[in-house]
């Protein structure tokens, strides 16, 4: 027997009949695989081996280790999904099956597909998110697939390992990063970094050499110097220590600061744990007291936590001898979350108190992140109970290339156009959503496949600011207003509702109007109007034309606006007929239909 499988069947959780189910899955797989080899030569079954250790170190279940003994042999070898479930039964077939769905996922941007192609490939995108979406143990599987196949990349040829690593850096690493595993997202990238930006890792690696020794020397002297004043001052501290930047993340934040090493002030940083809320404040207050702030640089993510659930306070200082220091302040609780992010919040509410985080080696930090979070969990249903939390509050969406965008839920099609380029979010005329025409409030729904219909010219409109719901849409939004000269602005600044007639409606569709109000409008939501049906579709941006005042009993037809949706005419209009034809969309009133 190999020496890794016998570790894992010796892990005293396992129970007699749990290792014989391991042990069983093991010979299965191994069976399966024959005699395929690995690119470094050695046996497939090497490969399945390493990640079920992987996760059996972690103290997953044996179902879990079983799938992941078996989580290639779907699509690697003759078996089916089928004869999985016959040997093994329904919940590692369903387990497997997830892995599976995920392995045949093109990641990375493909060019030169045709239309039929794209779709599969955007579809299967989807799927990944929905498995993951599925069961929590599918994504573990993938990501100790994934560490190992980072570990082995080296075998691989040049364009498979640049491949492979952009999948890393683009899809697994913001996994990880949303399951609030830091330390792992920030291995994750530092693997790839090298295989993808192989110039760039080594003039960085030339530049850091002696830079994060010297960073970290200082900051360990300066460390008791600030610990005295804060004592003297009677704060309580339960730690102080350091923490060093990834390279990767500090090469994209160089990539900001003109590659200018004096323009990164958190190369190493300064955190300070303390007991309470209240304490940080304090705390603060003492160290600005005594080291001058740098102005702009005082982040209190206490109050805003940042979107993922991380909170702190950031400070940057001029400290000891002048240098720029990052110093980051937070309760013990919220350095648990922060470092291993949903773990921490899952042991919060099962104990609802929280135990210290022991700092171990680097290497297996994450590691002892996941065994945490893993401790209490046993059954699938548990996993899905989890899923809900970290995917409450995001949606994943496509451009028609295929590349994804992580926004916040309720997000519109202006905020993904803003995420994707400010000119872009600029000149939004329209959008659509799986090809089907959508208001510019839609709420963008996980897997949507968004494209933006674009105007020549960069036209927002302040009413946007009241459908975004990202940061950056809002600012870049205010900055246009802003930094746009004055004659420009003005035609855009009056409010819809101001030239919006409300319409008194028909008794009759009482209920049923009051239902479909459009929520866009500014106009408070008790005063009810009919909303027209445009394109086929109700919950457009629009505006009731003053020119020909489109009443109820009348044919309607809409006119697509630069900048503030569409304004419905009277089919008679003479101004409707005069316009751009391409702009015109069908619109009618709402048909009642009998009560069901
Ligand atoms: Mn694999």
Redesign the pocket.
């Known amino acids: 027997m190999l020496p890794l499988l016998e570790k894992i069947i010796e892990n005293p959780r396992y129970k007699k009949q749990e290792k014989t189910l391991i042990e069983k899955a093991y010979f299965f797989a191994k069976t399966a695989h024959g005699g395929q080899k690995r690119l470094s030569g050695e046996e497939y079954i090497t490969?399945?081996l390493h990640?079920a250790y992987f996760l059996s170190e972690l103290g997953l279940d044996a179902i879990t280790v079983a799938a992941c003994l078996l989580?290639?042999t779907v699509e690697d070898t003759r078996l089916t999904a089928k004869d999985i479930e016959k040997e093994f039964g329904k919940e590692i077939s369903f387990l497997v099956d997830g892995v599976t769905k995920l392995g045949k996922i093109e990641y990375s941007e493909k060019h030169g597909l045709d239309q039929k192609q794209n779709a599969n490939r955007i579809s299967s995108l989807k799927k990944m998110f929905f498995a993951m979406a599925d069961d929590i143990r599918v994504i573990l599987i993938k990501l100790a697939?994934r560490y190992h196949n980072m570990e082995t990349l080296k075998y691989h040829q040049r364009e498979d390992q640049k491949r492979i690593a952009k999948e890393t850096l683009e899809i697994f690493a913001p996994i990880a990063a949303r399951l609030g595993m830091g330390y792992l997202k920030g291995q994750f990238e530092d693997m790839a970094f090298p295989y993808i930006y192989p110039a760039e890792y080594s003039w960085l690696m030339k530049q850091v050499k002696t830079k994060y020794a010297d960073n970290l020397n200082y900051i360990e002297r300066a460390k008791p110097l600030i610990k005295r004043k804060l004592e003297d001052s009677g704060i309580e501290i339960i730690e102080m220590n350091s923490r060093v930047k990834h390279y990767y993340s500090l090469y994209q934040k160089l990539l900001r600061r003109d590659m200018d090493f004096n323009k990164i002030f958190d190369l190493v940083a300064m955190r300070i744990i303390l007991p309470d809320i209240k304490s940080c404040y304090e705390t603060l207050g003492i160290i600005h007291n005594f080291y001058k702030p740098l102005p702009g640089l005082i982040k209190d993510y206490i109050s805003l936590p940042k979107p993922n659930g991380y909170q702190s306070l950031h400070t940057t200082i001029f400290c000891e001898k002048g240098k720029i220091v990052e110093i980051q302040i937070r309760t013990a609780g919220m350095h648990d979350y922060a470092e291993n992010g949903i773990a921490a919040h899952w042991a919060y509410s099962e104990s609802g108190k929280k135990k210290p985080v022991k700092t171990d080696t680097k290497d297996i930090q994450w590691v002892t992140q996941l065994k945490n979070f893993l401790k209490e969990i046993k059954t699938g249903e548990e996993f899905s109970n989890l899923k809900i939390d970290f995917f409450k509050n995001r949606i994943f969406v496509f451009t028609p290339k295929g590349e994804v965008k992580d926004l916040p839920e309720g997000a519109t099609p202006v905020d993904f156009a803003y995420a994707i380029h400010t000119d872009l979010g600029h000149a939004i005329l329209g959008a659509k959503a799986n090809n089907k025409i959508v208001p510019l409030h839609y709420e963008l729904k996980n897997g949507d496949v968004v494209e933006i219909l674009k105007g020549k010219n960069p036209k927002p409109s302040f009413d946007w600011l009241k459908i975004v719901k990202t940061a950056e849409a809002r600012k870049k939004i205010k900055s246009w207003f802003r930094d746009s000269p004055a004659p420009q602005n003005l035609q855009y600044v009056a409010p819809v509702s101001a030239e919006k007639k409300i319409i008194p409606k028909p008794p009759a569709r009482k209920r049923k109007q009051q239902k479909t109000a459009p929520v866009l409008i500014s106009e408070p939501a008790c005063r009810e109007y009919i909303e027209p049906v445009i394109q086929g579709q109700r919950g457009f941006l629009y505006k009731l034309a003053k020119c020909c005042n489109p009443t109820p009993d009348k044919t309607i037809k809409g006119y697509m606006t630069l900048n503030r949706g569409v304004s419905v005419h009277l089919s008679s209009c003479s101004n409707i007929k005069s316009a751009q034809e391409t702009r015109i969309l069908s619109a009618h009133w709402p048909i009642e239909k009998s009560e069901k």
């Open positions: 490969h399945p990640a989580h290639d697939d």
